[in-house]
T-cell receptor
Framework: GAVVSQHPSRVICKSGTSVKIECRSL??????MFWYRQFPKQSLMLMAT?????????EQGVEKDKFLINHASLTLSTLTVTSAHPEDSSFYIC???????????FGQGTRLTVV | GEDVEQSLFLSVREGDSSVINCTYT??????LYWYKQEPGAGLQLLTY?????DMKQDQRLTVLLNKKDKHLSLRIADTQTGDSAIYFC???????????FGAGTRLAVHP
C-alpha cells in the first residue's frame, strides 16, 4: 500500500517553544491530509483536515493559532505546535488517502513530550 | 451524529479465532475499515470493505458487514501472539472525507 512518513518519531521540547512535525506521502500525491491526536489508551481525535494550497479545516475545540498546519505541496503537510505546554504532550498522527480516495494510510506517529 | 462503537477488550487463546465487533450509525457510510495499532506505532490498514459487500476475506482475516444492522466484524483465524494489538474500526463516506473511528478493541492473545 501507499506509504506515509512522519518525522520526527519522538521529540522532547521545553515549555514555551514550538515544535514542527512533518507528514509526507512518499509514493503518491495527497491533496488532503489529516492530523489526529491520541491520548494514552484512547481513540484518535481528529484535529484538522489539511488541504493543499488552502487553509486547513479545524475541528471544533481545536485552537488553530496553537496548532498551525501548512500543506504547501502535494506530498507534505506540517503541524506546528506553538508555545507548547505540558498538556500538549501527546501522540500525533497524520494520514492521507491514496489517489483513489478509498484507503487511508497513516504515518508512524510522533510522540511529543513537553517538559 | 456519527458514532462508531466497539467493545474495549478481547482475550483469546493462541490458535483460536478472534472476532471483533463494531457498530456504526452513519447510514451514508461507503467504506468501513479495520486498522491495527501496536504500542507506540501508527495505524496499519488491515482491510476495508465497500458498503455494497457482505463479506471480504484476506488470508486469515474475514470481514462481515450487515448493512441493515450497521454491524461490522473482523474475524482473525488462528490468532497468534503477534496479533496482540489494538484494533480500530472506522467508517467513511469516501471522496477523501474524514474517517470516524471507534474507541479501539484491545486484543490480548495468551498461550
Amino acid at each position: 500500500g501507499a506509504v506515509v512518513s512522519q518525522h520526527p518519531s519522538r521529540v522532547i521540547c521545553k515549555s514555551g517553544t514550538s515544535v514542527k512535525i512533518e507528514c509526507r506521502s512518499l509514493d503518491f500525491q495527497a491533496t488532503t491530509m489529516f492530523w489526529y491526536r491520541q491520548f494514552p489508551k484512547q481513540s484518535l481525535m481528529l484535529m484538522a483536515t489539511s488541504n493543499e494550497g488552502s487553509k486547513a479545516t479545524y475541528e471544533q475545540g481545536v485552537e488553530k493559532d496553537k496548532f498551525l498546519i501548512n500543506h504547501a505541496s502535494l506530498t507534505l503537510s506540517t503541524l506546528t505546535v506553538t508555545s507548547a505546554h505540558p498538556e500538549d504532550s501527546s501522540f500525533y498522527i497524520c494520514s492521507a488517502f491514496n489517489e483513489g480516495g478509498t484507503e487511508a494510510f497513516f504515518g508512524q506517529g510522533t510522540r511529543l513530550t513537553v517538559v | 451524529g456519527e458514532d462508531v462503537e466497539q467493545s474495549l477488550f478481547l482475550s483469546v487463546r493462541e490458535g483460536d479465532s478472534s472476532v471483533i465487533n463494531c457498530t456504526y450509525t452513519d447510514s451514508s457510510s461507503t467504506y468501513l475499515y479495520w486498522y491495527k495499532q501496536e504500542p507506540g506505532a501508527g495505524l496499519q490498514l488491515l482491510t476495508y470493505i465497500f458498503s455494497n459487500m457482505d463479506m471480504k476475506q484476506d488470508q486469515r482475516l474475514t470481514v462481515l458487514l450487515n448493512k441493515k444492522d450497521k454491524h461490522l466484524s473482523l474475524r482473525i483465524a488462528d490468532t497468534q501472539t503477534g496479533d496482540s494489538a489494538i484494533y480500530f474500526c472506522a467508517e467513511g463516506t469516501g471522496g477523501y472525507n474524514k474517517l470516524i473511528f471507534g474507541a479501539g478493541t484491545r486484543l490480548a492473545v495468551h498461550p
